[in-house]
Structures are given as C-alpha cells and as structure tokens.
C-alpha cells in the first residue's frame, strides 16, 4: 500500500483536483489502491515521496523509452531552457524534428507539431474529413485515441452499430459519426463498409493495440485493413502514439510492413515531454492552414523544450537500432512474459502474454487475448492482487489490467533480475 507521505498528498489533491489526480487511471481506482507520488526518476527506477524504489515498467505511459533523466536528455533540454521556453514564432528545432521524423517513417512526407497525442488523433480525424468530404469514422472496440468526443463512443448490440456516448458531456449527434468494430475480425470491417463504405471518412486504429494490454494483430490483419480501405478510398490513420519508436524505429507500420495514409505520434517524439504531431502524404497534409483550408492551430506547438529532448532521443534511437536495440527490448520483455506464464502455470494460475519490440502485456487468462473482449475476461481481480505484490517487491506495472508494460533502453540484467525474482515470490503468495 502507499506510504504516509503518499497517502497524505492524495487526501490533499483530492481538494483541489478532481479525484486527486490530474488523468484518472493515476488514481489507482482499477486496483482499489492509493496511488504513490513520484518524487524522482533515474534510469529504469522510479523513487517515491515515501523513499521507496521501484524498477519502473510504466515509464510515464510509454515514452520513456531512454528512461528517466537521461543525462543526454536532461542536457539538452537545460540548454534549451536557457535560451527560452517559448517563443511564438518558429524555430529551426521543429524543422529538424520533422526531417527526422520524414527520414525515420516512409509513409510520412509532411508533419505537423502539436502538445498530446488527443491533440493529434483529433486533426488527422478532421483532416481525412476535410480530405474525402465524407464524416464517419471507425474506431475499434478498446483502442484508445485520447479524448476528444468522437473517440469517447461504445458499440451497440452489433458490430456495426453506431456507436453511442461513452462519456456524459458527448453529444449523441457526434457519437454517432463513429462506427466502433472489434479489433482483429476483418469481417466486422468489411460488414461495416458494405453498409456504409461511400460514407467513411477514416479508419483509425492502433496496429498493436496498447490501451487493452499490449494485444497484437492476427497475421495478415492490418494488411487487409489496408486493403480494405484502399478499396473504398478511405484513408487509414495508423495511431503509433504508443507504437511509434518503440515496436521499431519506423514504428508498427515498419515492422508489418503497411503503410498508412496519416500517423499519430505522441510524447515519445519528445522524450516524454508535452507533444505529439500527425503526418502523413503530402497532398493531404497541405490541405492544412496555411498551407489549405482546414484549421488547426496551437501556441505551445514545437515546444523548443520538447523539440530539443526529442531531436537528441530521435537521433540516439536510430544510432541505437543499428545494434539490434529493439530485438533487445523485445527479449527482455519476452524473458517477463514467459516467467509470468510459467509461474502462472506452476501455481494453477491462468496467464497469458504478450511481448513486441519495446511493449508487452500481462493477463490472468487462459489466453489467446486478441480483442477487447478476450482481454477483459481476464481476471482483474488477480492483477490487483499480482500488482500490489509486485509494488512491494519494488516492481511498479500499469495500475489497471487493461494496459502494456514497457521497457526501456536502460533496464539492464539487473532489473531483470529484480523482476523475476518478484514474479517467482509473488506467483507463490498468488498460489497459496
């Protein structure tokens, strides 16, 4: 369980944030838990206000691929505190950003900065509106795209049902813009198209889908949904704001070999700091102000903090890749995955996993776990038990069964280590 200190800031937050928190899977209330507060990161460690340590497998929601306060990083963005934090006008850090990121994914030809990734998956849907001059998108049933209205739907009784407001506060005229089908069954797509192909504008999806537990494509899945949608001449939005840099340098579309009209990155362009950015073709992105009619706009875009920590992690990972660095996350987390599912199977534990260049997922299921559904019949119950048994060996996961883990360039033997260790004492007391 939290500490004093922890425990103490949450009771103070919730008077003044909702909730104590300011994003609320933070909260913990997924684990009927109170949530620690972080005091510092080093490395592939997490410290908290209470003194504790943790080999961190959260790394802020994914983009600490160089972990916390890389000195690399710190540097660059103290010089670049040092000259301003904002200007309001451009600089040459947001050009040298956006060549990297044309250089590093094939599919993209122009990119636009701006502060998250909702920020990001909200204009690429806009600007495939905008493009085809059709207004329907299609979702997949738990792939998450931030939260702006048209993302925050449910699908009805049906697979193409038009999805209904998941959230107080959406207008049921937007939700119903938004077809949500579920992932992995091409035939819930094609189904989809065949009522209402001339209509839809995009088809916007995670290709490894990060926000249920690191759950990966069928083999020949995100090919046909390529296909598909080529077919009907909608465009495709790739949201690699979780994939991108970290399942390999170019991304998912690299390592499956798709490419996609439009991407969506987020903060691991910036090392972790506020950003995210959309690209895509030429012809399309220059139909974006000033370069074209559709508007978006944003004061803090190409942050010169977040475009220095982000130009320095860039150029380290592709370095990096050169050495096998994302066969090498891929093999730490397997090493996870599989001693989860061996203990699991030792003790009489349904488990089940996952594992992808930089991410992986753990499930109290029987498995296979290739959608929404599958995912959430594993035993939520049994993660909170595992998560806090982990907490207090000194390994922190995702304080929710529905999310990835993910590695960082700077977990070492050691951490494995820790983390096997753990998982081996914690599988016992889950047993027991």
């Not at 049933?141 to 999805?163: E, P, Q, T």
């Not at 949904?225 to 170019?250: H, K, M, N």
């Not at 362009?269 to 102000?289: K, N």
Request: charged share 20%.
């Amino acid at each position: 369980m939290a500490g004093p200190k922890s425990t103490a800031a949450f009771e103070r937050a919730k008077q003044v944030l909702p909730g104590g928190v300011n994003s609320p899977v933070r909260a913990f209330k997924s684990v009927h838990g109170t949530p620690f507060f972080a005091e510092r990161g080093e490395g592939p460690y997490l410290y908290d206000i209470d003194g504790n340590r943790y080999v961190d497998y959260l790394m802020s929601w994914g983009p600490l691929i160089w972990g916390h306060a890389h000195p690399q990083i710190v540097s660059a963005v103290q010089e670049a505190a040092v000259k301003g934090t904002s200007f309001g006008v451009p600089t040459e850090l947001e050009t040298q950003v956006a060549e990297k990121i044309v250089e590093l994914v094939p599919s993209i030809e122009v990119v636009r900065m701006v502060n998250s990734g909702t920020e990001a998956t909200m204009s690429a849907v806009r600007l495939a509106r905008a493009a085809t001059k059709r207004s329907y998108v299609v979702k997949f049933i738990g792939c998450y795209h931030g939260h702006a209205d048209h993302f925050l739907v449910k699908a009805g009784s049906g697979v193409a049902d038009l999805g209904l407001p998941d959230s107080p506060g959406v207008p049921k005229e937007t939700a119903e813009r938004t077809i949500a089908v579920p992932y992995n069954d091409i035939d819930a797509l094609r189904d989809v198209f065949l009522q209402r192909g001339e209509e839809i504008a995009a088809v916007i999806i995670e290709p490894v889908a990060g926000n249920m537990g690191c759950v990966l494509p069928k083999p020949g899945y995100l090919q046909a949904v390529r296909e598909l949608t080529r077919s009907y001449e909608t465009l495709l939005i790739f949201d690699e704001v979780i994939t991108g840099f970290r399942v390999a340098l170019g991304g998912a579309q690299a390592r499956f070999g798709i490419e996609p009209d439009l991407t969506t990155f987020g903060k691991v362009i910036g090392a972790g700091l506020p950003v995210g950015a959309y690209g895509g073709r030429r012809d399309l992105m220059e139909l974006i102000a000033p370069s074209g009619p559709v508007y978006q706009g944003g004061t803090l875009s190409g942050n010169p903090l977040a475009m220095s920590a982000g130009l320095v992690s860039l150029k380290m990972l592709e370095a990096a890749d050169k050495t096998g660095f994302y066969d090498k996350l891929q093999a730490y987390g397997q090493q996870v995955v599989d001693a989860f599912v061996d203990h699991g199977k030792q003790h009489g534990i349904p488990t089940y996993g996952h594992a992808l260049g930089g991410l992986f997922g753990l499930f109290f299921h029987d498995g296979p776990v290739h959608d929404f559904e599958s995912a959430r019949e594993s035993d939520s119950a049994m993660y909170e038990r595992f998560f806090h048994a982990m907490l207090d060996a000194g390994v922190t996961f995702a304080p929710s069964p529905l999310e990835s883990a993910f590695v960082s360039g700077v977990h070492g033997d050691k951490e494995l280590d820790i983390t096997l260790s753990a998982i081996s004492s914690v599988f016992r007391t889950l047993g027991a």
